[in-house]
């Protein structure tokens, strides 16, 4: 039994942010200031988001309105438990990037600029999740453009300007698209509500349906780096370290796997989606990202263009178990956007600390690495078997969930995808755990030399949690008692059984 209250927290977590990134503008060019605010921000943020996780478990929804802005629309905030689900790892995730930030952008410039903008970030990501209807989230979804746009072209260079160019020319029009969608909606339903599961019916016109589908998807498919519609993600890795990890696990690529979730479950709904088949031609446009986005990957020097690709890949599987229209593959899609994101930020913390620590940018320069930094090269063995499944790790959660999910559909042939996906994986991420870990170093007897503190702890962190979610997953209170809850909303039961 779902029971919505009346609550200041859905509209008090995206604020914090919002009110951090201001004191850091006023006041950070004090580092001391900076670093108080961005730490104590988050920190206060993730209590506040903490705090709806036991009564959403109980069946609460938590929802602030601050009035109408058309008839039937209102600018408003309701946290049910997928909103909750990926604001939870966001607001996580924040805390552990801002340790890591902290350190990383030690003696960089413009320093005031940036770490306002990242708080501004976190703040969009976090109303994207907690948006109570389809025009709120449009407005925080084009505000989260605008606000990375700084962060993507940081340094200033040519190549930066050019990335920040295709990124604003990709998003900004797939942010189009999704207006023209919604317009749609709202003049076929006169409501964009996400509190329902399936908004739209039957009885509009198919070609109107279809025209809002394609909208939707393409638009909220940008940021999910969905082929062709991807290539932003790639020049984007010009940015800082702590800026790609932000694009690639905690806001952008998440705010667009959410949108389209937020289409096929809440907007168009299982039922009429299984009608009408759209998912089909989705889910094969997802299985084919999976597996194409992973053989560029294979050919890629430069460790964070390979993880780059590798995102793009990893992104589809939820777009794909999404599509499935079965509650275990929906159970994946949902829990995914925890398990890519603690694995892939790992991936990124050690690409950063390791150009921090040694200068080494390349795949071909990393032979023997394992012996000079222990501690992160471990986290990165642990986040890259997460993605080639392997057993108590993340990834094989989610992988073992697609998998049956596509049986209970009857599309085995997503098994396969499944199973190439994971060899490739394997293709892409073992050669580099052999150079670090048997190939001899350059020179012989090279000294110990880990990344300093501050860039390691939150590295080790973010690969605990890789463990935490494939061992426990189910344990009492995790948040895949979220990802059940949302679930059996989507579908219409009184619970999803694993």
Known sequence: MITELFDLRPVAAPLISALCAFGIMLLGHHAGWRIALSLAASVVKFAVVLSMLPGALEGNVYRFSAGEILPGLEFAFRVDALGLF????????????????????RGSHSLRRFFGFFALCVSTTQAIAFAENLLTLFIFYELLTICTYPLVIHSGTLEAR??????LIYTLSGGAAILAGMVMVYQATGSLSLSTPGLLHAGIDERALLTMFVLLIGGFGVKAALMPLHAWLPTAMVAPTPVSALLHAVAVVKAGSFGLMRVIY????VE????????????????????VASLVALRQDVLKRRLAWSTISQLSYIVLAACLLAPLAALAAVIHIANQAFAKITLFFVAGAIEKTTGKKRISELDGIGKTMPWTMAAFTVASLSFMGVPLLAGFITKWYLSVGALAAGAPVYVGVMMASAILNAAYWLPILYRAWVKPPESPNPPRREAENLLLWPTLACAAYVIVLGLGAQAPAMPFALAQSAVAFAFGLEVVSP
Do not use: P
Request: positive net charge; aromatic residues 14%; hydrophobic residues 55%.
């Open 162 to 167: 050019r990335a920040g160019r295709r990124y």
């Open 272 to 291: 009429l989606l299984d009608t009408l088949g759209y998912h089909q031609v989705l889910a094969a446009i997802a299985a084919i990202t999976i597996i």
């Open 86 to 105: 990926f604001g939870l790892v966001s607001s996580t995730l924040w805390v552990l990037t801002t340790i890591y930030a902290i350190a990383y952008m």
């Open 266 to 269: 809440n907007i168009f709904g």
